[in-house]
């Protein structure tokens, strides 16, 4: 019994990350999808406002639904909100104004719903 609850409760899990990413595709311009992914990358990692990319930008643009010469668009037009990026490092300069245009939704972006 225990193990199936363990089962269904993964199952779960999994099902509404998949939910969440459907959301995230089909709601959001590509330049919310990245602008999201900012806040939350930089959430995970601790040190605000500055990271490396943990992976190369064309995983990244296929992993938000995009191609890789519309992530570089994208990541020239969030300069003007506050978002610069140097090579592989990136730095928010402005994160009210970043969050203004991400416009986070609990129900696609908190962990825990």
Same mark, same amino acid.
């Given at each position: +019994?225990? %193990?199936? =609850?363990?089962?269904? #409760?993964?199952? #779960?899990? %999994?099902?509404? @990350?998949?939910?969440?990413?459907?959301? $995230? !595709?089909?709601?959001?311009?590509?330049?919310?999808?990245?602008? $999201?992914?900012?806040?939350?990358?930089? #959430? !995970?990692? *601790? =040190?605000? *406002?500055?990271?490396?990319?943990?992976?190369?930008?064309?995983?990244?643009?296929?992993?938000?639904? +995009?191609?890789?010469? $519309?992530?570089? =668009?994208?990541?020239?037009?969030?300069?003007?909100?506050?978002?610069?990026?140097? @090579?592989?490092?990136?730095? &928010?300069?402005? +994160? *009210?104004?970043? +969050?203004?245009?991400?416009?986070?939704?609990?129900? &696609?972006?908190? !962990? =825990?719903?």
């Amino acid at each position: +019994m225990r %193990r199936s =609850r363990a089962v269904v #409760a993964e199952l #779960a899990v %999994r099902y509404r @990350g998949l939910v969440k990413d459907l959301k $995230n !595709q089909r709601l959001r311009t590509g330049l919310e999808r990245l602008a $999201n992914w900012i806040l939350s990358y930089d #959430a !995970q990692v *601790g =040190r605000p *406002g500055h990271f490396r990319l943990p992976i190369e930008k064309r995983v990244l643009a296929s992993l938000l639904g +995009m191609r890789p010469e $519309n992530l570089s =668009r994208s990541f020239a037009e969030l300069a003007e909100v506050g978002v610069k990026l140097e @090579g592989a490092t990136l730095t &928010i300069t402005d +994160m *009210g104004k970043l +969050m203004a245009l991400a416009k986070p939704d609990p129900l &696609i972006d908190h !962990q =825990r719903t």
